[in-house]
């Protein structure tokens, strides 16, 4: 096997060995953006004026559209993975973590321009300079002590899919049938409830496009789709990534420019965790009793959409209502209804038993290998049980003098659900 | 029979996905309170609205425009022109995808209908699950038939719709309210309202960058939700001095048929327009 740090693919494990990191990735920016945008202040009770809180709503829905499109990816990443095989790849490192791109750290930070910065350069097109885009000079050294293969040298994200785009042309140039997987095993439109037909086009709802890949012309499709969006665009338009990073973070200058106090977002601690080995110093351990309980709550709630997402990519026997089912509760309801107000409801905790200014924020730990659950009926159960433990939890949680009040929708949310879940699959 | 057409524009403002219906100030999806304004609070008005936004200010709300008793249209009735209002503060429900599944569904409850004008009142309450009164539409939500019957039709870029609002071209609507909106900013001097028409105008400056959001924005100019059941709970029948001259029948469901559509994402109001069908015994 050529391995994949001389940056050519020769084989399908190495396409596969690229698109888990590209999966890998994509899950870790999405977390990044998204801790990024829930951080910020969400009225002018915060201490901002009209207009500032104007201009930081206006950021919050340009970074969780950003979000929204780097789940799109790691979907189409994994449309990717199960086109030519593979499995879906849905896990990441607890944060912080250092990688090998030019930003150096991949972390949950909040709103600022040191982060905007990190985002910028992360998003940088191939016809911008590191330098120019934030990005540090001084690589990361590899980890020692390596059992396996060496890891991928690759500087940017755009550098990424442009090996595995190459890959792709050189595997199918070489005659080998890669499109051996299910196209009933990835996510559509149709899973999404967003396939329906408007005047110009049939999907774009909440700005993503999704597509099946079943063949080499999908494949490149789907990889041009996202490097157009932001992963190193090579002309950086005015809709990338880049550039709506650019764009904030000239107006966070703006403002600072009028007003040095001004401060957009609250002060969510950097890498918060429910958990912190010893000897750990780059992660901030929660110890506020409430904070602690949402988090453990967020945590389990994650864990549980990884779940479903992993049985929904990698279904053997589901048939179709079993997918349907899936697909319907993972998407819109779990991370409209429980993963964003949750973190929503943590960013207003304060991070310490000792009280202070510091907030908590979502930490997206995983704390165990997530596995398949192989046996569909099987499956179910136990994820059902879940969401009903999660629905008791947070009942309780709700009932705490000093949580917000949202945590009673949030509770009757993960009721509702649980109790549809339980009735659509004839669960007991 | 005594068939009360009503048409006119409400007000709903509720966040919409991908935001949680239940956000209090809308962030990613089409809809957004402005400075100045309250947190969302879900509620369907027909009247009485909160805090209306231009063009919406001194916006009428629904009424009753036609009188019918058996088949003849009434020239001269006490409830032409009556105040229609929907009681207990109705929501649509759907909570993105978990108590209804399919797309564009919205059930509305509570159900509790009230028409009234120079004394006199018609009012009733549909209940959801009539074996259970106080259920609600959380309760009965894994009951198909129950919900079917609550539930609506769907139609895009609806004729009828357009011939309602006016809205006949959405692009158009959308670029002459930014130009509207752009036009009152220049003549507006206190803070907090020129920060209202900023948001909004940075809003629909936005579709440039939120393709998504343009299209809903657009889709939901056009869209039609028709509802049809049959109000089956308690009622108030309140007609001093004999106005109707007839007596309304009590012991029968009263049909009732609408549809509420053109909603504007940027005001907050959508249309309503319906027949309510009630048994009536002419006095002779």
Redesign the interface.
Known sequence: MNLPGQNTIQTRDELIYLLTEAAALEHSLTCQYLFAALSLK???SEGL???Q??DV??W???I??VA?QEMEHLGLVNNLLTAIGASPHLLHDNFPYPTQLYANVMALECFSEQTLRRFICFERPANVRPEDAYCMLTPVPPPDGLGGPTPVNIKSVGELYEIISSGFQQLTANGVNLFIGPPKAQVTPQEL?TY??????TG?????WLSPITDYESAQHAIELIVEQGEGSTVGG??SHYA?FVRILKGLQSWQAKDPNFQPARPVVPNPALYVESGEHDRTLITNEDARLVLDLFNGAYETMLLMLIRFFANTDEGPTGLGEMA?LAF??W???VI??LSEVLTSLPAFAAGGPQRAGPTFEIYHDLHFLPHERAAWQVIFERMREMAAYALQISQRPNVPE?MK?VA??LR??A??FQ?DMKLT | MLVLSFQGWFQARFAQDPDSPEDPRGVSGPTFVVPGEPVFDRIIRLNDFVSPRYPRLATDGVRVTAVAIDNVQQNAHPLLGARVDLLDGPIFHQRNFIVVKLNFQSPIDPFHLRIAAQGITIQRKDLIDPAHPTYTFKDVFMNDQLVARRGNQIAIQSLVVAEATGFMNYAEVRAQRLAELQQLLAKTIDPTQRAALEKRILSIENDEYFTGEKLAARQFLGMQATYGFSINGPYVIDDPGGQLKGKVGTSQDWPISFWMGGYDVDTLFGYIQGTLSVPFFTSS
Do not use: K
């Open positions: 969400r009225d002018t004026t009209d207009e809180m104007n709503a206006n919050e829905r340009f969780l559209m929204r409830m329906f037909p408007r005047v110009g086009t774009g709802v909440w700005d993503i005015t809709l709506t319907a819109s309801p991370m409209t209804m964003r107000p949202r929708s009757e949310s509702l659900i109790v549809r009735g």
